[in-house]
T-cell receptor, first 116, second 106 residues
């Protein structure tokens, strides 16, 4: 059974940093592209970032490029999102999601709140 | 960036009804189109990938079609558990944009 468990969210001041984690199980993690998607309170879904199975290719939304870094540790079956220079508009639930297409699966999300 | 436009934004229906949600891409995306269902307080769930392929375990009352720029999701014979918000998403080009969502209400 596929499982994705996000962690690392919390309350952080503007300008601060957090590292989100997504622990994966139930599939061959290194074989799959992984994604981060976020959802601000009461709003729709926003794609944030994607990383290839090897970790060698990464892609970012314009709104986070230069501030967020996606990476993975295939030996630990874990996906990460390093988020820096946080802004109020980054407040959202952050979801990790297994590759688009057949077998796509989402974690339950972790809430990041940016506030002073 | 490719813009994804869903319509309607909200929809009222009854159990047993047939409903259709449309999604239009601002440029051609072939069949790189997914549909997701989200219930309040829950993570999105994938229903459809490649424009018309049902994910394992998704009931056959969910049907999807389209290619290029115009896509539809049809739910035949609505069930109580189908009342939720539905999103389309293109994954042809980065950024992988979502539609704004369609809230399906009783």
């Amino acid at each position: 059974e596929v499982q994705l468990l996000e962690s690392g969210g919390g309350l952080v001041q503007p300008g601060g940093s957090l590292r989100l984690s997504c622990a994966a199980s139930g599939f061959t993690f290194s074989s799959y592209v992984m994604n981060w998607v976020r959802q601000a309170p009461g709003k729709g879904l926003e794609w944030v970032s994607t990383i290839s199975g090897s970790g060698g290719d990464t892609y970012y939304a314009g709104s986070v490029k230069g501030r967020f870094t996606i990476f993975r540790d295939n030996s630990k079956n874990t996906l990460y999102l390093q988020i820096n220079s946080l802004r109020a508009e980054d407040t959202a639930v952050y979801y990790c999601a297994k590759a688009w297409g057949s077998g796509n699966y989402w974690g339950q999300g972790t809430l990041v709140t940016v506030s002073s | 960036d490719i813009q994804m436009t869903q319509s309607p934004a909200s929809l009222s229906a009854s159990v047993g009804d047939r409903v259709t949600i449309t999604c239009r891409a601002s440029q051609g995306i072939s069949n790189y189109l997914a549909w997701f269902q989200q219930k309040p307080g829950k993570a999105p769930k994938s229903l459809i990938y490649a424009a018309n392929s049902l994910q394992d375990g998704v009931p056959l009352r969910f049907r999807a079609s389209g290619s290029g720029t115009d896509f539809t999701l049809t739910i035949t014979s609505l069930q109580p558990e189908d009342f939720a918000t539905y999103y389309c998403q293109q994954y042809k080009n980065y950024p992988h944009t979502f539609g704004q969502g369609t809230k399906l209400e009783i």
